[in-house]
C-alpha cells in the first residue's frame, strides 16, 4: 500500500463519485477504479458500497478513512519537519559563551537569530573558553563564541570581530584629563586583570615593550568584577572596548595611544562541521555584530543595536 492509494481512496470518499474525484485528482475514472478495486483486494473487504452511479461507504470504509486521513497529515508533517531541518529552520542548538559577552554581543546575537528562526531551541550555557574548546571537540557544545586569539585549537574559528582594548580607571585618577593614554605612562600603576591569556597576555607585551612588567594587584575571572575593582580605586585595568556597556559608576575608559593589540570575538564550531542550522547562526551572529557596540566613538554611550 503507497500513500498515493490513501489519497485516491479519501478522494472517492469524500466525493462519493468516481468521475468527480478522478477530476480532482487529475487523472482518468478506470485507472482510479482499478485502484480502488485493488486497495479493496489487498484489505480484504469492501470500502464502498455501489449504488447506481454513485458510491456510500461501507461500515470498513467508514473506518478506514479516519486512519487515512490521519496517515496522510502525518505523512504531509513528517515531510515539513524534515524540509524545515534540511534548511536549518528547526531543531535545538547547544551553544557555549564566555561572561564578558552577556552585556555586548551575545543579546544582539540571539535576539538576531530568534527572529530569523524561531523554531529552532536554544540552549545557552556560560562556559570558559577553555571549557568551550574542550566540548566542541566531543561535539556536547555545537558553537562556541568566545574570545581569543585561540590557537592550535583544532577548530574551525570564524572571527566576527577584532576588538581594540581601552584602559579602564576611575573617574578621579590623573590620566582621565588624557584623551589617550601612552603605556609608558602606566609603568607606576597597579593593575587588576581579567585571568587568563586572552587579556593577561596582551597586557604583559604591551608593558614589556615600553619596557616594564605589569605590577598585578588583584586577579578576577569576570571583566565586570575587574571594571568594579577600577571604580572601588584598586587600581587600573586593561579590558576591551565593549565594556563601556557595563556603565559602571567611577569607572572612565580611555583609548591607549599606539597599541595594535586586539581581542578577538570568535564563533567557534567543531571540525569540519556542515549543519545548516550552524550555518544560518553564524550568519545571524555576523549580521548582529554589524551593529555592535565595539563600532561606537570612544567615550560615547554604548548601547547594543540590532
Not at 547562526?281 to 547594543?304: C, D, L
Amino acid at each position: 500500500m503507497e500513500l498515493r492509494h490513501l489519497r485516491y481512496f479519501v478522494a472517492v470518499a469524500e466525493e462519493l463519485h468516481m468521475g468527480r474525484a478522478a477530476a480532482r485528482l487529475h487523472i482518468s475514472q478506470p485507472p482510479l477504479s482499478q485502484q480502488i478495486a485493488a486497495l479493496e483486494s489487498e484489505i480484504g473487504t469492501l470500502l464502498f458500497i455501489r449504488r447506481g452511479r454513485g458510491l456510500c461507504l461501507s461500515a470498513a470504509g467508514s473506518a478506514f478513512l479516519e486512519y487515512a486521513r490521519q496517515t496522510l497529515v502525518m505523512a504531509e508533517h513528517a515531510v515539513a519537519v524534515a524540509r524545515e531541518v534540511g534548511h536549518g529552520e528547526t531543531g535545538r542548538l547547544s551553544v557555549g559563551y564566555v561572561s564578558s559577552l552577556t552585556y555586548t554581543y551575545l543579546p544582539a546575537i540571539i535576539q538576531r537569530f530568534r527572529q530569523a528562526y524561531p523554531r529552532v531551541g536554544l540552549s545557552l550555557h556560560e562556559m570558559s573558553v577553555a571549557d568551550q574548546v574542550r566540548s566542541l571537540h566531543e561535539r556536547s557544545l555545537q558553537i562556541g563564541l568566545l574570545r581569543g586569539p585561540l590557537e592550535n585549537a583544532g577548530l574551525e574559528c570564524d572571527e566576527l570581530v577584532a576588538e581594540p582594548f581601552m584602559l579602564a580607571l576611575p573617574v578621579a585618577h590623573a590620566l582621565t584629563k588624557c584623551g589617550t593614554v601612552g603605556v609608558a605612562q602606566l609603568r607606576d600603576e597597579t593593575f587588576i586583570v581579567h585571568l587568563g591569556g586572552v587579556f593577561y597576555g596582551p597586557l604583559l607585551r604591551l608593558c614589556r615593550r615600553a619596557g616594564f612588567d605589569p605590577v598585578i594587584v588583584q586577579e578576577v575571572t569576570q571583566i565586570h568584577a575587574a571594571v568594579g575593582l577600577v571604580g572601588a580605586g584598586m587600581g587600573v585595568a586593561l579590558v576591551p572596548a565593549s565594556a563601556r556597556a557595563l556603565k559602571i559608576d567611577g569607572v572612565a575608559f580611555r583609548p591607549i595611544d599606539g597599541q595594535d593589540v586586539t581581542t578577538s570575538v570568535l564563533l567557534a564550531t567543531p571540525a569540519e562541521e556542515r549543519s545548516l542550522l550552524v550555518r544560518n547562526f553564524q550568519a545571524a551572529a555576523r549580521t548582529a555584530i554589524g551593529g555592535s557596540p565595539a563600532e561606537a566613538p570612544a567615550g560615547a554611550p554604548v548601547a547594543i543595536r540590532s
